[in-house]
């Protein structure tokens, strides 16, 4: 496992998927999104999506032992050894704990941090009009970024849905966990020099060229 080593965390709508998906593409690297892993496996009703779907339903974090195991058997896999994209862990001090530790076993820190960011009002307007293909996971947004064929994926063809957890009930409750079980995790990462601050408010591209320069920066 070696090349690019970085996580994305942020608030829900922040734009980590998104720009996940554009450094995978430069980089050659895995990306590896929880939460799509986890919605993939509630659909397809393996035991870890039986396990885990009423937390995604509620906004609610998976139980942190669950996180841990998933992303350390993800990140053994060959295509994680041209580096790794992490995008949606860790989501609190024990994932990032956890991370830390088996990242240091196999010698290959974390490089960047990257903290995407943005207000509340624009998160919200992003996250009740997201479309998410149910194939790939490419995101659109009916207003911001429409597909060109109204309910087809443009990258794959597959097809468009709005999610559960992006309706407006359970966007509230996903900010606040936002707030009181990931946000910490700024700390922890100014603390080993790691956090790069990035304003996600812009269009797709705009935000692409701040990450970019993010981890062409070092250290800050
Ligand atoms: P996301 O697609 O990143 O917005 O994640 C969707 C949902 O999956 C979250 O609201 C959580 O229920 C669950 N989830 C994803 N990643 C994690 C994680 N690292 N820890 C706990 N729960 C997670």
Redesign the pocket.
Known sequence: MSGLRVIFFGP?GAG??TQAKLLEREFGACQV????I?RKAARAETSLGKQTSG??SR????PDDV?VKLVAERLKKPDCKAGFIL??????IA?ADDLERMLKKDGLPLEHALGLNAPNDVLIKRLSGRRTCRNCGSMFHAVFNPPTKDGVCDRCGGELYQRD?DREEQIAA?LRVYEEQTAPLKDYYRKRRLLREINGVGSVDEVRQRVFRAIGDGAK
């Open positions: 829900p980590k998927g999104s929880t939460g799509e986890l937390y995604l906004g609610d974090l998976v996180m995008d949606g862990f860790p989501r609190t994932q957890d996903r």
